[in-house]
């Protein structure tokens, strides 16, 4: 060992100390750091409290591995995953899409255009409890409003639409489209009108019209925003909870159930927190790379046209 | 300048940090003061009744109960994540009812003995018994809760309907499916004179909630097969009770395979068939409390008091003549561990178990619940001539032979009811399967849950 290392042996820990401080106060000086300190501790506390504590508390919940074997040999369990997948699979795309295209009608002039608007965006603005209780009464095969309808107007005995697996979990899937949709196509009718004008002149003068002037000039343009919508709209659909839990209860014979209602079922009506725990953290390896793509595309600011 | 505003931000860091943690000290001086935790009525009369009690404790004793009346559902969801966190109130209730049993084997109450002392020779035999569990950690059986009300399931039947098919209700036979098969003939002749969608009976054939396991039972007791956990917690699963089972599960099955119940019912949850019935669209359900007939009494009297027939004094009995043991399950009010006043809680609740605090709360809550005490059921309320529901109730729920529910015995069956084993073996037989294999399937499943919750000495 050299002299010089013998020196700098004590000297580092106070450069360190200073160091350290110059870091943690950057280049706030005296009271500045106070108040700096203040303005982020509440925000710090409530990230703390609400954000940081109930993720790791569910991750400390679900740390034990035998859970994992008590979920993946359930077979409601398997059901689930395949009712999450069809859900999210057809729930996110047929919004979307069909949001895409109604953005476009919306686009239109005129104040029948206008109306139209503001009567389908009400489903969105309804409270999402009473509208899927009533989409329940709805659609009981006996007595609900839409087989009485078909009864009515056609003579049509309609299927009991709650009683069977996949009309119970179509049924849920079109009432979650016809709950959010309008919120989708509000987002992407904003992204239609911040095009600007100049981009559809030139594009009118080059012969791009009708279904051209859609693919090589819309599309390309929304294509980042709807390509971050589908991400967003699959993150929150796999946290969708009200839609099967009002609709459909799960049922029947708990044939519906998507990973969340599942999870509320294990922790609350089997008195299992852990085990519901568990149940929602297995969608973790797929929603953790599902977030991470949503923030590198949320950096993409350019567009090759 | 900057050093009084640094002070001043220190001061009031300061000041927020101490003033968080000397809260709690704050808290323990109102050692007065207590939380309660209740489940919403089905009708405004039972949280009107609840809240008297709790203004006349407060009255009396001078201390402070914070009360909260929560929706039966979320207070089931606010109870499960309370016991998770320890961050628990001094009093709640057990809701659902399996919970007293469930958690006891944990170790998560208070042993609440010294409460039913005081009143212990009014109670009836079946709220003692359903006011005790067993508790895997001392490994004995304790009292863990005080009864406060309780409900049995009866048969209810719009008497309407049963004229518009041209049938009277004194030709209704006693016997179990006599009883059961003279709604099916109601619905046939409702057919023939165009009815398309009322069906003559409101089974619960679902995977939700609480009334499916309530009707199986209701079965197999009729059918014999009482018994299927012994008061020691422990499991028989012998021939008579298989033999019930089987018959349970084709006839309540069989009906809605057949068309005699509403095919909504295999994805009911526990208000649909209220609902259904309400609205006439059944003849007959089979479904717990008279909830069903209170909840229309003040809109609809003429329904109360001349349509709707409760089936509590003419309860079928067995098809060979015999009395039904109906199961009565008990409203008890527990006291988790980590409470923090725990001897206010205990005044509190020896309050609430006065006869006449009970008597009281049960009859402002129209009758919906039953008295835990039969010196309560003989008052002119439950006695009134002019009444034609609360008599048979209470003599079915009270009066009549009685017994708590399984899950009292051992917690397993709590477990067997939240993964509803029964109701899969009568879906199972709905979709046309058979009720042999549907038992056995059952079975076996139920064998594997109590082998979780072995007792070992009663």
């Known amino acids: ?305 | 300048m900057a050093l009084m505003r640094r002070s001043l931000l220190q001061g009031s860091l300061g000041f927020a940090a101490g003033a968080t943690l000397a809260a709690p000290y704050i808290a323990n001086a109102q050692a007065k003061t207590m939380s309660a935790w209740f489940a919403q009525g089905f009708v405004e009369d039972e949280d009107i009744a609840l809240r008297k009690a709790v203004a006349g404790y407060e009255k009396a004793s001078g201390n402070t109960v914070e009360l909260s009346i929560i929706p039966f559902a979320p207070q089931r969801q606010k109870i499960v994540s309370a016991i998770t966190s320890g961050v628990v109130p001094d009093v709640t209730q057990n809701n659902p009812a399996e919970i007293l049993p469930l958690y006891a084997w944990q170790d998560k109450w208070i042993d609440t003995e010294d409460v039913i002392e005081t009143q212990k020779a009014r109670f009836s035999e079946t709220a003692l018994k359903s006011a005790q569990a067993y508790n895997d950690v001392t490994k004995k059986r304790a009292y863990y809760g005080v009864p406060l009300r309780g409900a049995c399931v009866p048969c209810h039947t719009w008497k309407s309907l049963v004229e518009k098919a041209d049938m009277k209700m004194a030709d209704r036979p006693r016997t179990w499916d006599g009883y059961f098969d003279f709604y099916k003939k109601v619905q046939d002749n409702l057919r023939k004179k165009g009815e398309r969608k009322i069906y003559g009976l409101g089974f619960q054939i679902t995977a939700n909630g609480v009334d499916p396991a309530a009707l199986f039972n209701a079965f197999m007791h009729g059918y014999g097969g009482q018994g299927i956990v012994t008061p020691e917690g422990h499991l028989n699963l012998d021939a008579r009770i298989r033999e019930a089972a089987i018959k349970a599960v084709e006839y309540l099955g069989g009906a809605y395979r057949d068309g005699y119940v509403p095919p909504s019912a295999i994805n009911w949850n526990d208000a649909d068939d209220n609902n259904a019935f309400h609205a006439k669209l059944m003849v007959m359900d089979v479904d717990g409390t008279i909830s069903t007939e209170v909840a229309v009494k003040a809109k609809h009297p003429e329904w109360y008091f001349d349509e709707m027939v409760t089936d509590g004094l003419l309860y079928p009995t067995t098809n060979d003549g015999k009395p039904i043991t109906c199961i009565t399950a008990m409203l008890n009010a527990v006291i988790p561990k980590g409470a923090r006043n725990v001897p206010v809680a205990k005044e509190f609740l020896k309050f609430m178990i006065q006869p006449e605090v009970l008597q009281d709360t049960v009859e402002t809550g129209l009758g919906r619940n039953l008295p835990p005490m039969p010196e309560l059921a003989r008052t002119p309320f439950w006695e009134n001539p002019k009444d034609p529901h609360l008599k048979g109730y209470v003599q079915q729920g009270l009066l009549g032979p009685t017994q708590p529910d399984y899950y009292v015995f051992n917690p397993a069956m709590a477990e067997v009811y939240a993964q509803h084993v029964y109701s899969k073996a009568m879906i199972a037989v709905a979709k046309k399967g058979k009720a042999t294999d549907a038992v056995d399937a059952a079975f076996s499943e139920i064998k594997e849950i109590f082998a979780k919750y072995p007792i070992k000495q009663s």
């Open chain 1, 1 to 305: 060992m050299t002299a010089a290392t013998v020196l700098d042996v004590g000297s580092p820990s106070a450069k360190q100390k200073r160091s350290f401080w110059r870091y943690w106060r950057g280049n706030l000086k005296g009271s500045e750091f106070t108040w700096a300190l203040a303005f982020s501790v509440p925000y710090i506390a409530v990230f703390v409290a609400f954000v940081a504590y109930p993720v790791f508390y569910g991750l400390w919940m679900g740390r034990d591995p035998a859970l994992y074997a008590d979920v993946f040999s359930d077979g409601i369990y398997r059901d689930t995953v395949v009712n999450t997948l069809v859900f999210v699979v057809l729930g996110v795309n047929l919004k979307l899409f069909l949001a895409l295209l109604l953005s476009g009608v919306f686009m239109r002039p005129g104040w029948l255009t206008k109306v139209m608007l503001m009567l389908f965006v009400l489903p969105w603005a309804v409270p999402q409890l009473p509208a899927f209780i009533s989409l329940h009464w709805m659609l009981n095969g006996e007595w609900g409003l839409l087989n009485n309808a078909l009864w009515i107007l056609g003579g049509i005995e309609g299927p009991s639409w709650l009683n069977e697996r996949w009309t119970a979990l179509g049924a849920a899937i079109a009432s979650h489209i016809w709950k959010w949709m309008p919120f989708w196509t509000v987002i992407l009718l904003a992204g239609r009108m911040s095009i600007p004008q100049d981009i559809y002149d030139a594009a009118k003068v080059d012969g791009a019209t009708g279904l051209n002037r859609f693919l090589f000039v819309t599309f390309p343009l929304l294509a980042n925003l709807y390509l971050v919508l589908t991400l967003l709209a699959t993150i929150f659909l796999l946290g969708d909870f009200n839609t099967v839990f009002f609709v459909t209860g799960g049922g029947p014979n708990n044939e519906t159930h998507l990973l969340a209602t599942l999870g509320i079922r294990n922790a609350f009506d089997l008195a299992r927190p852990d085990l519901g725990v568990a149940v929602v953290m297995t969608a973790l390896p797929v929603l953790i790379p599902l977030v991470i793509i949503l923030m590198r595309k949320l950096r993409t600011a350019e567009v090759q046209l």
